[in-house]
């Protein structure tokens, strides 16, 4: 078992604590900026930062879909979503940036072995980047 990761970053017109305050909000924002990939998400407890667990099918590909079952926990400017069902952790880091603030997500889990796990390394960070490239471009639409 290999780990796979994934990185996108974006450069937003907002302050730091505006893009933190807008990334925390599980209940109001996050269902706004998720992309289509995203589906039948919910909150099932907070709603609002750290405590958070919110969970959704995340569908990859049309035959690949995982389920998250996401516990949100906040240090400074980093969020981590930490999924119950598997090794997969998704991290948000907001760091100043001019008068704004880039925003930079990352997701890593431990893939397969073998020629499959060779092959998910290769090609699932590609299509997550195209998903987190959708996110956090309905991010910034959010804050302007």
């Known amino acids: 078992m290999g780990q796979v990761s994934a990185s996108s970053s974006i450069t937003v017109a907002a302050t730091p604590e505006k893009a933190l305050a807008a990334l925390t909000d599980y209940e109001t924002v996050r269902p706004r900026i998720l992309s289509e990939q995203y589906l039948d998400y919910r909150v099932l407890e907070g709603g ?75 090609f699932a960070p590609l299509g997550l980047k195209k998903i987190q490239g959708q996110v956090l471009a309905n991010l910034e639409r959010e804050l302007a």
């Open 48 to 122: 609002q930062g750290g405590g958070t667990v919110a969970q959704w099918t995340l569908k990859a590909t049309e035959k690949r879909s995982r389920d998250i079952k996401a516990t949100v926990t906040v240090a400074g400017n980093t969020i981590t979503e930490t999924d119950a069902n598997s090794s997969l952790v998704t991290t948000w880091v907001v760091a100043p940036s001019g008068s704004g603030s880039t925003v930079t997500t990352t997701t890593e889990w431990k893939g397969a072995g073998g020629i499959g796990g060779f092959f998910e390394k290769t």
